[in-house]
């Protein structure tokens, strides 16, 4: 079975600081890991996805994330936060179901961002 | 490219009726759509994943007779929560899934808030 941790379920930053959102996940098998974003009231938006390859993937809004097998960590990062990015974020990691080709996410319990001008 | 809609987006019933959500693929072909619900503040929670033609594989714990689930076809999905109650009244999204082999990525609806009074 397959599971995602989000470490903080608020983080409050200043405009213009770092932006760091934790995510450890556990997996039995390399795992496919993705960041979504939720603004109020809205459905979810990928962000970013790691599946193989390079291990520093980089999403939109300027935000990326390291995969690092080692800490099971897929971190979330932006060098300079901005208001608009005040939303919950998601992490997930995909797990296959019982009938082998359904890959289904897996969510975090989210994590609120807020952004103090 | 990869839009989902959902119609209503959101709701009003009165207790005992029958509410139908309606999930569309706008502009590709969904094999499999996914019926997510978020409680406020909390993470999503997978309901159910229904593949065009067959039928829906609900999570242990969700009613099969009160989320009727049908996917009739590439592109429509829909929702039914069957006698509503209060304890029904939720944010619900569904996701899709593209027809590539072995693809991963799920695209996200807005979401639709049913309140049950």
């Known amino acids: 079975a397959q599971s995602v941790t989000q470490l903080g379920s608020h983080v409050s930053v200043s405009e213009g600081a770092l932006v760091l959102l934790r995510c450890n996940y556990s997996?039995?098998?390399?795992?496919?890991l993705f960041w979504y974003v939720q603004y109020p009231n809205q459905g979810l938006q990928l962000l970013l996805k790691?599946?193989?390859?390079?291990?520093l993937v980089k999403g939109i809004n300027g935000f990326e994330a390291e995969f690092k097998k080692s800490e099971t960590s897929f971190h979330l990062t932006k060098p300079s936060a901005h208001m608009s990015d005040a939303a919950e974020y998601f992490c997930?990691?995909?797990?296959?179901?019982?009938?082998?080709?359904?890959?289904?996410?897996?969510f975090g319990k989210g994590t609120l961002l807020t952004v103090n001008p | 490219g990869a839009v989902v809609s959902q119609h209503p987006s959101r709701v009003i019933c009165k207790s005992g009726t029958s509410v139908k959500i309606e999930c569309r693929s706008l502009?590709?072909?969904?094999?499999?759509m996914f019926w997510y619900r978020q409680f406020p503040k909390q993470s999503l929670m997978l309901m159910a994943t229904?593949?065009?033609?067959?039928?829906?594989?609900?999570e242990q714990g969700v009613e099969k007779d009160k989320f009727l689930i049908n996917h009739a076809s590439l592109t429509l999905s829909t929702l039914t929560v069957t006698s509503a109650h209060p304890e029904d009244s939720s944010f619900y999204i569904c996701?899709?899934?593209?027809?590539?082999?072995?693809?991963?990525?799920?695209?996200f609806g807005p979401g639709t808030r049913l309140t049950v009074t």
């Open positions: 790691y599946t193989t390859g390079a291990t």
């Open positions: 229904s593949n065009e033609g067959s039928k829906a594989t609900y």
């Open positions: 997996s039995s098998v390399p795992p496919y």
């Open positions: 502009d590709f072909q969904a094999t499999t």
């Open positions: 997930a990691v995909i797990r296959p179901n019982s009938g082998g080709s359904n890959y289904k996410l897996t």
């Open positions: 996701s899709a899934r593209t027809l590539r082999r072995f693809s991963y990525e799920q695209y």
